[in-house]
């Protein structure tokens, strides 16, 4: 990857996240190169690991701390390495995510990123950081979790994800069968194009602003489920709302104020709904057989602040 100077690089902070004071006054040394080179690369495994952008990024720090100690000279592979230390960092952020999220006031979302193009031209990665996905992966312990993400999206090998999680290559063997499964008994049943879901989408978006129940019926799946995460902090909905005639009434009542414009959301089209030019909330769709099966609403002010730049994501 050719390295760029501090005054070329405008990668936002979202992908800046562990970038050193060195290379961002332009200093450059050979640890600091490598992990600029993989710096996008990290944050998806912890952010596909953790489905937080600012537990990702405090991840990516804690890899720098670790990675400038290293002694690159004894390093064969340093993106392998890299990714060993972000995945172990994840693990030990995800233990503890796992208990404060048992206490999260309502549905608990991924925290939404604004992606940039080339994330939705990579169909694999797109599914991966969908948010309908991300929720999949919420139902897996951390270890499976992670090896999951480590084989099935960024296909290492065995004996690599062993060395990143503790374990044996053939432990990691059964536990990547298991998530499989698992996965595969949750994820949605077929795969859904990004013309199939855009069309819903826009569908979905001129019905609400016309207030249309006829559109609004047309679009939604009969057992449509809609989600709102508003994280105690704003009005939310604290249960998922199941059926079209419940979701279609709260949908009808969504005032004539709020602007709602579509946009790249985790690689898939989406919603942004604002408030006096502000983002006030996100709306990340299912799409099943042409209709919306399901609508994941992100109201928590918290999980906003990666939606004002476009983060880019690598494999």
Same mark, same amino acid.
């Given at each position: 990857?050719?390295?760029?100077?501090?005054?070329?690089?405008?990668?936002?902070?979202?992908?800046?996240?562990?970038?050193?004071?060195?290379?961002?006054?332009?200093?450059?040394?050979?640890?600091? =190169?490598?992990?600029?080179?993989?710096?996008?690369?990290?944050?998806?495994?912890?952010?596909?690991?953790?489905?937080?952008?600012?537990?990702?990024?405090?991840?990516?720090?804690?890899?720098?701390?670790?990675?400038?100690?290293?002694?690159?000279?004894?390093?064969?592979?340093?993106?392998?390495?890299?990714?060993?230390?972000?995945?172990?960092?994840?693990?030990?952020?995800?233990?503890?995510?796992?208990?404060?999220? =048992?206490?999260?006031?309502?549905?608990?979302?991924?925290?939404?990123?604004?992606?940039?193009?080339?994330?939705?031209?990579?169909?694999?990665?797109?599914?991966?950081?969908?948010?309908?996905?991300?929720?999949?992966? =919420?139902?897996?312990?951390?270890?499976?979790?992670?090896?999951?993400?480590?084989?099935?999206?960024?296909?290492?090998?065995?004996?690599?994800?062993?060395?990143?999680?503790?374990?044996?290559?053939?432990?990691?063997?059964?536990?990547?069968?298991?998530?499989?499964?698992?996965?595969?008994?949750?994820?949605?049943?077929?795969?859904?194009?990004?013309?199939?879901?855009?069309?819903?989408?826009?569908?979905?978006?001129?019905?609400?602003?016309?207030?249309?129940?006829?559109?609004?019926?047309?679009?939604?799946?009969?057992?449509?489920?809609?989600?709102?995460?508003?994280?105690?902090?704003?009005?939310?909905?604290? =249960?998922?709302?199941?059926?079209?005639?419940?979701?279609?009434?709260?949908?009808?009542?969504?005032?004539?104020?709020?602007?709602?414009?579509?946009?790249?959301?985790?690689?898939?089209?989406?919603?942004?709904?604002?408030?006096?030019?502000?983002?006030?909330?996100?709306?990340?769709?299912?799409?099943?057989?042409?209709?919306?099966?399901?609508?994941?609403?992100?109201?928590?002010?918290?999980?906003?602040?990666?939606?004002?730049?476009?983060?880019?994501?690598?494999?």
């Amino acid at each position: 990857m050719e390295q760029k100077t501090a005054e070329q690089d405008a990668t936002p902070d979202a992908e800046r996240a562990g970038a050193p004071e060195a290379e961002r006054r332009g200093a450059t040394d050979p640890a600091t =190169e490598a992990f600029v080179e993989h710096r996008n690369l990290l944050f998806t495994v912890a952010y596909e690991m953790l489905g937080s952008a600012a537990d990702a990024e405090d991840v990516l720090q804690e890899t720098w701390l670790r990675w400038k100690g290293v002694e690159l000279a004894e390093i064969r592979d340093r993106r392998a390495y890299l990714v060993r230390i972000v995945t172990r960092q994840a693990l030990t952020r995800l233990r503890a995510l796992g208990r404060r999220r =048992e206490s999260y006031v309502g549905p608990w979302l991924p925290e939404p990123l604004l992606t940039t193009p080339d994330v939705a031209e990579d169909v694999e990665l797109a599914d991966s950081v969908s948010i309908a996905m991300l929720l999949v992966l =919420e139902t897996l312990g951390p270890t499976e979790r992670a090896v999951f993400v480590l084989r099935e999206v960024f296909d290492l090998g065995y004996d690599e994800i062993a060395e990143a999680v503790g374990k044996t290559a053939a432990a990691v063997r059964q536990i990547a069968h298991r998530a499989r499964a698992h996965v595969a008994a949750r994820r949605p049943r077929e795969a859904v194009s990004a013309v199939e879901t855009r069309a819903a989408v826009e569908a979905f978006r001129r019905a609400t602003e016309t207030g249309d129940l006829q559109r609004l019926l047309d679009v939604l799946a009969p057992d449509v489920v809609l989600l709102t995460d508003g994280g105690g902090v704003v009005r939310a909905v604290l =249960e998922p709302i199941t059926g079209v005639d419940a979701v279609t009434a709260l949908l009808t009542r969504i005032p004539d104020t709020v602007v709602i414009e579509p946009a790249e959301v985790n690689g898939r089209p989406a919603l942004l709904l604002r408030v006096g030019g502000e983002v006030d909330s996100v709306i990340g769709v299912q799409v099943r057989d042409g209709r919306i099966q399901g609508l994941y609403v992100v109201r928590n002010p918290e999980k906003l602040s990666a939606i004002g730049r476009e983060t880019t994501l690598r494999r």
